[in-house]
């Protein structure tokens, strides 16, 4: 299994309060990933990382920021959650980009109330 | 575009079953990957396979085999003689260095009773 983990694991918070999801992984993989997965949507790409310090957009990456300081850790901002943020959100890895396979965390399930 | 289409939403089948699910893609590129993943009720997603378009060679894995197909743009799953173990919900997905995406199907959610 590829040695990912991300925290929390469950969290429930208010609307309006920033929240930080973290992903760390034991890879040393380049590349990292956050997606977020709801009913009828499958799984969407929020932003993405080719490197310390080096983001990228995905296709929903409205209201949300990321950061990497380091290589083992990519860390998910909402700045000022929505309840339309409330969603599984899952951290992958890969040590290509796009074309090689990506391996997932075991997810992060939170709730805007 | 690129798009990936899982036509099936929800499949029950009896175990000891043989079961296909479908994936059909859509892509202009020439160079591209396709996977399988597989969301089991507990939530992870486990990688299942990767291929290229260049390899239309069909693979087998035990009780799992795949199906892909250029000319219909196809990436079929075949679970044979299903177990309870296998009930999940299976995700095929694409991707290109041109698009520099993975874009996932909808996903497909097997069902196995015993």
């Known amino acids: 299994d590829a040695g990912i983990t991300q925290s929390p694991r469950h969290k429930v918070t208010e609307t309006g309060t920033p929240v930080t999801l973290r992903c760390h992984q034991t890879?040393?993989?380049?590349?990292m990933y956050w997606y977020r997965q709801d009913p009828g949507h499958g799984l969407r790409l929020i932003h993405y990382?080719?490197?310390?310090?080096?983001?990228d957009k995905g296709e929903v990456s409205d209201g949300y920021s990321v950061s990497r300081s380091k290589t083992e850790d990519f860390l998910l901002t909402l700045e000022s959650a929505t309840s339309s943020q409330t969603s599984v959100y899952f951290c992958?890895?890969?040590?290509?980009?796009?074309?090689?396979?990506?391996?997932f965390g075991p997810g992060t399930r939170l709730t805007v109330l | 575009a690129q798009k990936v289409t899982q036509a099936q939403t929800e499949i029950s089948v009896v175990e000891k079953e043989d079961v296909t699910l479908d994936c059909v893609y859509e892509?202009?590129?020439?160079?591209?990957?396709l996977f399988w993943y597989k969301q089991p009720p507990s939530g992870e997603l486990v990688f299942l396979i990767r291929?290229?378009?260049?390899?239309?060679q069909n693979e087998i894995s035990g009780r799992y085999s795949w199906n892909f197909q250029k000319s219909t743009s196809s990436f079929n799953f075949t679970i044979t003689a299903s177990q309870v173990v296998d009930s999940a919900v299976y995700f095929c997905?694409?991707?290109?260095?041109?698009?520099?995406?993975?874009?996932f199907g909808q996903g497909t959610t097997l069902q196995v009773k015993p």
């Open positions: 890879e040393n993989h380049r590349y």
């Open positions: 990382s080719y490197g310390v310090k080096d983001t």
């Open positions: 892509t202009r590129d020439t160079t591209y990957y």
């Open positions: 997905a694409l991707s290109s260095s041109n698009t520099g995406k993975l874009i």
């Open positions: 992958a890895i890969s040590e290509g980009g796009y074309t090689d396979t990506q391996y």
């Open positions: 291929r290229n378009s260049f390899d239309e």
